[in-house]
């Protein structure tokens, strides 16, 4: 057997995942001795996939597309975070045997943000495009930050009044749809739709950034994506795509499973570089 502490990622597409890259990295800056692979695995396979990789010397798992639902059904246990985001992206092996769900998501997004970015998020107006899982994974961590208020604009106007009926006890949170926008100005714009993997853009007036606001996109890709170009567009502050949101999610997963936390900037900066 494979006497070397075993971590892994499972998704389904998962060839292009960037997380077995990013944990090497991790790996070799604290001098932690893990493994840690991609494995395809889709939502039929999951449970016995999930099952076996612990009863083999796995220490801990991330899901990812299309499994972070399934892996909340299935963790006995979960941190708030991951039980108001109905999503789990970090399976970790506790101590006494059981499993922990967690999602990094958010706090990986709110680092990003904070403190490599140095954007204030305290009585902020954030806007969140979507109402989708990306969505769910990040409000209560940006609820903790303070901001004045977070509305969440979906295509599916109902979806988006949902998710912020489930997150109004943690602070102000409203859904409504893009017509309902108009006239509002908003210090932080995140798209968290899937319209930029397609190239698409949520229908977004040129009124919608305040002065000196910034836009983020939560997905990454070697070109800058449409989101992107949008912010920079309206003179965005910063217009930045999700390679940053990537590596703290993954340095949060890091520190669960092995108490050490890596340097994030050096490991951002050498996958900003590779993806070059
Ligand atoms: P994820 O888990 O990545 O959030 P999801 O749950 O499928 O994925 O949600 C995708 C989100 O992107 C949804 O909010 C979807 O809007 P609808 O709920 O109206 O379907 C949004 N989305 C996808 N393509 C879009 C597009 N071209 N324009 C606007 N919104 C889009």
Not at 38 to 62: I, K, M, P, T, Y
Not at 159 to 175: C, M, R
């Amino acid at each position: 057997m494979n006497s070397l502490d075993r971590y892994a990622v499972f998704g389904s597409p998962i060839k292009h995942s960037k997380s077995p890259r990013i944990h090497q990295l991790f790996a070799e800056q604290t001098e932690q001795v893990l493994q840690y692979t991609a494995e395809l695995v889709d939502a039929e396979q999951f449970e016995v996939a999930v099952s076996h990789f612990f009863s083999n010397g796995g220490r801990g798992l991330n899901c990812t597309v299309p499994l972070k639902e399934l892996a909340w059904q299935y963790a006995p246990h979960k941190t708030e975070r991951a039980q108001l985001a109905k999503a789990v992206n970090t399976l970790i092996m506790q101590v006494d045997g059981s499993l922990l769900g967690d999602n990094t998501d958010g706090i990986g997004l709110v680092t990003d943000l904070m403190l490599n970015h140095h954007i204030c998020l305290k009585h902020k107006k954030i806007l969140i495009l979507g109402a989708g899982g990306a969505t769910r994974g990040i409000i209560l961590p940006l609820q903790e930050q303070m901001p004045l208020s977070v509305t969440v604009a979906n295509r599916t106007v109902a979806k988006a009044v949902s998710i912020a009926n489930e997150f109004k006890h943690k602070g102000l949170v409203t859904g409504c749809g893009y017509s309902d926008l108009a006239g509002q100005r908003f210090d932080l714009i995140l798209n968290a739709t899937s319209a930029s993997l397609t190239g698409e853009l949520p229908p977004l007036a040129d009124t919608l950034l305040a002065e000196q606001g910034s836009c983020y996109d939560l997905a990454y890709a070697n070109e800058p994506t449409a989101f992107v170009r949008w912010g920079q567009s309206q003179h965005a502050i910063h217009s930045l795509d999700g390679l940053g949101m990537l590596v703290e999610q993954a340095a949060e997963a890091f520190y669960l499973w092995r108490g050490v936390r890596p340097d994030t900037k050096a490991v951002i900066q050498t996958l900003a570089t590779e993806r070059q």
